[in-house]
């Protein structure tokens, strides 16, 4: 590292995170790209109108939407400590809407698998999300979605590996994007 990764690094492991691990392991191959990335990240995981339930419950969406192993493994331990129960984490890995979520919970679900499988979110949907929580909060939440498909997308593009001996949960989407081309027809190109 030359002295201004160096500052980046050692900012970031005496923040809240304590350590640099995922993304930022490759954002810091640019200093500058890095600190923002991480400013921004910490910000969003930490200082937002939602709680850390909340927040954990639109991470582990976006990951699962975004088919990153790392970032699905990462804040399923992190989802775990914030009281999400195993039921509502097995359903999000299954793709399911869990069952028995407060009002507020189920809002943020809502929400998140709207704004991961649309790209936007349907007047119905907002409204609800609308009566829960103030117009802050429903930015702060777009932001904090935007933000881990950006983590995710790193992660995946990157390959950033899990821990040793630690299984994937799915596969990387470009693996399957490339089993199933295997086994598909070659398309026909225009000539």
Same mark, same amino acid.
């Not at 400013?39 to 990153?68: M, N």
């Not at 890995?93 to 349907?122: C, I, M, T, Y």
């Not at 904090?144 to 498909?149: A, E, R, S």
């Given at each position: ?19 640099? &691990? ?7 191959? !640019?200093? /500058?790209?890095?600190?923002?990335? &991480?400013?921004?990240? /910490?910000?969003?995981?930490?200082? *937002?109108?939602? @709680? %850390? ?8 969406? *976006? ?12 804040? $399923? ?9 195993? #039921? =509502? ?6 793709? /399911? ?11 943020? =679900? $809502?929400?998140?698998?709207?704004? !991961?499988?649309? !790209?936007?979110?349907?007047?119905? *949907? ?5 009566? %829960?929580?103030?117009?802050? @909060?429903?930015?702060?939440? *777009?932001?904090? =979605? ?7 997308? @790193?992660? !995946? ?6 821990? #040793?001996?630690?299984?994937? #949960? ?7 994007? =490339? ?11 225009? $000539?």
């Amino acid at each position: 590292m030359d002295a201004e990764q160096r500052r980046v690094h050692d900012q970031i492991v005496s923040g809240p995170r304590g350590r640099i &691990q995922g993304p930022l392991r490759a954002a810091l191959y !640019n200093a /500058e790209l890095a600190d923002r990335w &991480q400013a921004l990240g /910490e910000l969003l995981r930490y200082r *937002t109108r939602l @709680t %850390r339930r909340q927040s954990e419950l639109a991470i582990l969406l *976006t990951g699962r939407a975004c088919q990153s192993p790392f970032e699905w493994y990462a804040h $399923r331990q992190e989802a775990e400590k914030a009281g999400i129960e195993s #039921a =509502v984490i097995d359903a999000l890995l299954a793709r /399911e809407h869990p069952q028995g979520l407060d009002a507020d919970d189920d809002a943020v =679900v $809502r929400f998140a698998a709207e704004l !991961n499988r649309f !790209n936007s979110v349907s007047d119905a *949907t907002y409204a609800v999300a609308l009566q %829960r929580f103030d117009a802050q @909060t429903l930015v702060e939440l *777009t932001a904090l =979605v935007g933000y881990y498909t950006m983590v995710a997308m @790193t992660l !995946n593009a990157h390959e950033i590996p899990l821990p #040793a001996g630690v299984e994937p #949960a799915f596969p990387l989407p470009q693996h399957q994007a =490339v089993q199933d081309a295997a086994a598909a027809p070659a398309p026909q190109r225009p $000539r």
